[in-house]
């Protein structure tokens, strides 16, 4: 079924009387919710007329703020006034003087018990399930490249396998090249080197490629293909050709070579791997959809170009979700390091054992050292189209984006490229870049992406089916062919968190099955692999 | 007119004794130039016997080495022997102990003053002339773009303009879009942060894009439009919009926003890409090749895939080639940090003047720091294969490298992703990648590309031509529709360095004039833009 659009483009937002958001009673300041903001003098429902323009997004000082206090949403400060700030006014980033970083030292660790949630029963999706026991929601042939000097004639072989083969293996979704810029020219001994390797063979092994690894290599290259992936890391699939190599079997990568001595002209390359991706095709192609249970999600939620209304309406609808799926048995990753950093305090009082909270701890503080080599900081992350939609620093965009991961305890943690090993809520440590965090996520295993949006991207993944989720109805209406949800309708006041958590847990489950496509896949938009190298190059 | 095979593929090895290679009359060592080297036992030309089997392009020990003594080739030491060498032995790389780097104190500086060499006039080649005074060698249009985030509905663009622009428009070459993984998501304030955004800047000016300067840009990125291209960093080419915008033209950058509210829906931002591409269609399709002088040739050399015969045979002709177009008062980059680092002093005695040796002593120093924070060296740039193909390491690697940047002496250095500014011999420093190397040269204006390989690599960019030399015939025979041009007949004996020399030269005014097509662009091999990014993400 062809995607629908999140909201019909022609209908029009209705007027609305003057609404302001407050997230948390204590808090002294509410986001302006009306599309195009409040004009100075406008009287909100409480009596208090605005003494500014406040733009969609922007914060009104709902009481008099003296200089030195503190500016609270979510409960906590966001900042300091830098001056007085009387009721009414609009409250921009440079009325506000960012906190520092909080501490890593005595955090409150595994304090939060909730109760136990009701497991949430009953609920399947049709995917195709792995050897490995894991279980994807796309059946894609993917070519994984141990080294950018691969890429071009990759590339071409792979527009003769999408014309030439795919037609006659119509139960094969896709063919990929997993293309990067690492493998060579890179300081691949460095203690760092171990995150990009580790991503690189992690993707390969993601379950929507179903168990079929195949490589390109050139042959000189520093990351070869045994380095890669080696012997153990991955198994074979057709057991044919285990019999046929014996106690070998685990050492029969698939690998093209470039440099091989047989490849006389460059025809030659691309001959083999199309003779080599055929038989992956033929065995990818016998494969069907099953009826498996909510559990087997391994759902990445990541937010992209976030605004004011990102943590007020569409990443607490992701972390109602987050929840439902945890109580269904499945995986969820929340991620973005310096996105949830301001909030560690919260997510160590999560956790579900000490160990936990001490390997986020461990996360962050490698991240804070990782910044501070570059002479930068948490609050290098946020963008101008970040404060322009409302948010006046890191910290703020912290709460809101931290609600993406719901209430469940953190039970688990991955460090950058790391394969995800349990179900429940993880914290996979990633930058925030919308790339390499979905890169990451996908090394993890994610066989389902969940992404948020205030601005507006088009973002998309070719491994993994990406459903966009917009924060406000003006972003859905006029991006209706790329916005999968509209989470506006919570700012709104048509729909509730829940019920927009429920729609995309729905939702969800008809992607994952195939029945639905997201309008990425739809469009074919798909975004590069970037890969997190904190490493040299050479 | 086509590519021809740089070597036919049937014309076999011709049989031939054993065969030698002594780069100085110092050396205590020697390569193995037969293909499949040569077996124990084999006596050479000089009555020496050989103690051991040595691949082709391996060393043998041409006197007694004694543990500790120096192995000399290229008349410097690239390592002192572990243990005592008999005469005859096979000398690889673990019977090595690489030396430490030549600190950067002390260096000789501009000690070298070779006689100004006769100007080399006469040569021309057909080109397009630019408004800034530069000449492309092809008429692309590329499309910029700020960030990531834009690529996929950038690619959709730009198939259909491949399809339903382009053959309107015969005289333009092709339409580039110039993805990339910067733009947001990074740490866009730290101080290193300066190369990768000149490095974008640079890339949308260089010359074979026609002054044409058009961006897709997201909207809410880091990497604003007016950031990327700030007004004076470009011209206007259309003098009529000049006119139209009057004393504000230089800020008329033409900048297709996504996230723009006249954009209702995902074909309303595709055709806007469309139609702005369509006006920069029309003047690239004006234009003419013009009969230029070869002084307007930017040529960037380098080497990839290296092995023991790429210091002997497709370096030294490239070397020759480079003294030829300094002749010609062509511009030509040598670059790859850390395969010139043990050359350093080579290099500072070669610089025109003392600021032209201070800067490449400063470029060294900060790489040199830039890799102790990742804990690793300038032995980390070899690879397996440069080691298979008997470069012991990166000493033996860089006297091999350097010889591409000829006899002149060296006038311009460039930091990593600035424009070149000056013609003759110019250090570019980049990294050793082949992929930084190729996008920072760009970057600084190249206009073609000389790529030579041992291992063989089927490197091409979309931006510019790429002629790649092949340092074996072997290499050459089996590659033939991917090598331009064979430099192995040096070690075959069948043609010197200057002839090869002679005929590279030749075939740059060719592919330049776009009379030749190098066999990357016949197969349209393109690699990726891959930025140097010293800066943390976020």
Known sequence: MPPTPATPPSEAAPLRPPLTIKMQARDNVAIVANDGGLPAGTVLADGLALRDRVPQGHKVALADIAAGSPVLRYGIPIGHAVSDIPAGSWVHERLLKMPDARGLEGLPVATVRPAAPAPLDGHTFEGYRNADGSVGTRNILAITQTVQCVAGVTDFAVQRIRAELLPKYPHVDDVVALEHSYGCGVAIDAPDAV????????????????????????????????????????????????????????????????????????????????????????????????????????????????????????????????????????????????????????????????????????????????????????????????????????????????????????????????????????????????????????????????FTTGRGTPYGLAAVPVIKVATRSDLARRWHDLMDVNAGTIADGTATIEQVGWELFHLMLDVASGRRKTWAEHWKLHNALVLFNPAPVT
Request: hydrophobic share 40%; proline share 5%.
């Open 195 to 450: 995150v990009p390797i580790r991503t690189l063979r992690n993707i390969s092994l993601n379950p929507n490629f179903g168990g079929e690894v195949m490589v390109v290599s050139l042959g000189c290259e520093k990351l070869q293909p045994e380095r890669l992936l080696p012997p153990g890391s991955f198994s074979i699939v057709d057991e044919r050709s285990v019999a046929d190599v014996g106690a070998d079997a685990e050492a029969a990568l698939d690998v093209v070579c470039l440099q091989d001595d047989a490849h006389v002209g460059f025809m030659s390359m691309v001959e083999s791997i199309l003779r080599q991706a055929e038989t992956h095709l033929a065995r990818l192609n016998a494969r069907r959809r099953e009826t498996v249970p909510a559990s087997e999600l391994v759902v990445g939620v990541q937010c992209g170009g976030s605004d004011a209304f990102s943590g007020v309406t569409a990443n607490p609808a992701v972390g109602f979700c987050t929840d439902l799926l945890v109580r269904a048995g499945a995986s969820v990753m929340f991620s973005e390091t310096t996105e949830v950093r301001d909030g560690i305090d919260q997510l160590t009082a999560r956790a579900s054992t000490p160990e936990v909270a001490e390997a986020m701890i461990r996360e962050m503080a490698w991240y804070d050292a990782y910044l501070q080599r570059g002479r930068v900081d948490r609050s290098a992350n946020t963008t101008p189209g970040n404060k322009k939609g409302g948010l006046s620093n890191i910290v703020e965009k912290a709460m809101g984006s931290i609600v993406k991961s719901g209430s469940a305890p953190i039970t688990g943690v991955l460090a950058p490229g790391e394969k995800l090993q349990s179900r429940g809520l993880t914290y996979a440590a990633t930058p925030a870049s919308d790339f390499i965090c979905g890169t990451l996520q996908t090394a993890a295993g994610m066989n389902l992406h969940v």
